[in-house]
């Protein structure tokens, strides 16, 4: 007689060996699940937003992308200290960033006020959303440029999504400030303004990046690094709307510096070359 085991041992043992079960029941480091973790909240936090702005509750819904950025700017630090980045994280962050910052803010401006442009208002806000999807697309088509400079890792081509939900949501801030009375009753003006932030998203402007930024610093500059940091979270709590909307201006302000900075790096690139 045959022993049952004896035959099945052999089965076993290809079973063993074949390298797709392996994979199925392969171990996945902590480190890759922290970072979609962080990206999973911030996508909760956007859509969260839109909820909130459709019930009306407006300084909620705008602190809700907030939070979603803080988040965005978490997971990517967060994946490259960890050495968790992974091309699922990626594609996560990227589709997150298309809810959190360009269809959140499209629909909260549609609702508080482009809506009273009936058409024309929903019009602007799908420009919005567009742009934004456009712009995602295409960075993270320029992440697989070989021929990129080292130097070109300091700039974004246009305002990156995070920025552009900050500036696209100003007018929002101006209102909470007592400056806008009604969103419907500057429709005319916001509207013009939304679609002017969604071509800075899709231009060729250079904007700076602060993504290759806080890796190390110098030691003797790292108590003046912690009390600013410290003192803009403080200013953040205290006073939210103050605050946003003089970092949404002084971010307007930098680009003609990031422009003249990015012309004077290629210049000598060039010169390089020659």
Request: net charge neutral; glycine share 6%; proline share 6%.
């Amino acid at each position: 007689m045959t022993d049952p085991d004896r035959e099945e041992a052999p089965d076993t043992q290809e079973e063993a060996l074949d390298p797709a079960r392996q994979r199925r029941f392969a171990m996945v480091p902590v480190r890759y699940l922290l970072p979609n973790l962080i990206t999973l909240l911030a996508l909760c936090s956007g859509i969260t937003a839109i909820r909130l702005g459709i019930e009306g509750r407006y300084e909620l819904a705008i602190a809700s992308v907030m939070v979603a950025v803080v988040l965005d700017a978490l997971d990517g630090r967060l994946a490259r200290l960890l050495k968790g980045t992974s091309r699922f994280g990626a594609e996560l962050d990227s589709l997150t960033d298309f809810v959190n910052f360009g269809v959140a803010p499209a629909l909260l401006l549609y609702i508080w006020s482009l809506n009273s442009l009936r058409t024309a208002g929903w019009v602007i806000a799908l420009i919005y959303a567009i742009c934004c999807a456009l712009r995602l697309a295409r960075f993270n088509v320029a992440l697989d440029d070989p021929h990129k400079p080292q130097w070109a890792n300091r700039f974004f081509t246009g305002a990156p999504a995070p920025a552009g939900a900050g500036l696209v949501l100003l007018p929002f801030y101006l209102s909470f400030l007592g400056l806008v009375d009604d969103g419907h009753g500057f429709a005319l003006l916001i509207g013009p303004y939304v679609v002017l932030v969604a071509l800075l998203m899709v231009s060729r402007i250079p904007t700076f990046s602060g993504k290759h930024m806080g890796s190390s610093i110098p030691r003797d500059i790292v108590l003046p690094v912690l009390g600013l940091g410290s003192f803009a979270a403080i200013m953040l709590i205290a006073y939210p709307w103050e605050f946003l909307t003089v970092i949404a201006v002084a971010y307007l302000a930098l680009i003609p510096v990031s422009m003249r900075s990015y012309r004077r790096h290629k210049a000598a690139d060039a010169a390089r070359s020659a």
